[in-house]
């Protein structure tokens, strides 16, 4: 079994910035993937960053060149860096992690900014 606890969201104003973090325990031993999906009021759960069991990085359109994503191994820990926050990235916020036999997901931590 794998648990993701997602900490950092809060209220921010647009052009703020916010660090998510993912703490991750568990048997972890096999990774597909890692990273981080929104869902906000309305909208389809979507993948923003994924990171692969090497150092290939993948982003959304929507957030590439403002969202950072990275990865403690000592810390067993996944960040999520965002810039230049707007208010279209409010949302609830993810950790997910894909293995070979199963998706993992966190219990979200919300994300709001204000215009």
């Known amino acids: 079994q794998v648990q993701l606890v997602e900490s950092g969201g809060g209220l921010v104003q647009a052009g703020g910035s916010l660090n998510l973090s993912c703490l991750v325990s568990g048997s972890t031993f096999k990774i597909n993937s890692i990273g981080w999906s929104r869902e906000a009021p309305g909208k389809e759960r979507e993948l923003v960053a994924s990171?692969?069991?090497?150092?290939?990085?993948n982003y959304a359109d929507s957030v590439k060149d403002r969202f950072t994503i990275s990865r403690d191994h000592a810390k067993a820990t996944l960040y999520l860096q965002m810039n230049s926050l707007k208010p279209e990235d409010t949302a609830v916020y993810y950790c997910?992690?894909?293995?070979?036999?199963?998706?993992?997901w966190g219990r979200g931590t919300q994300v709001t900014v204000s215009s």
């Open positions: 990171m692969d069991s090497g150092v290939s990085t």
């Open positions: 997910t992690l894909q293995t070979p036999w199963r998706n993992y």
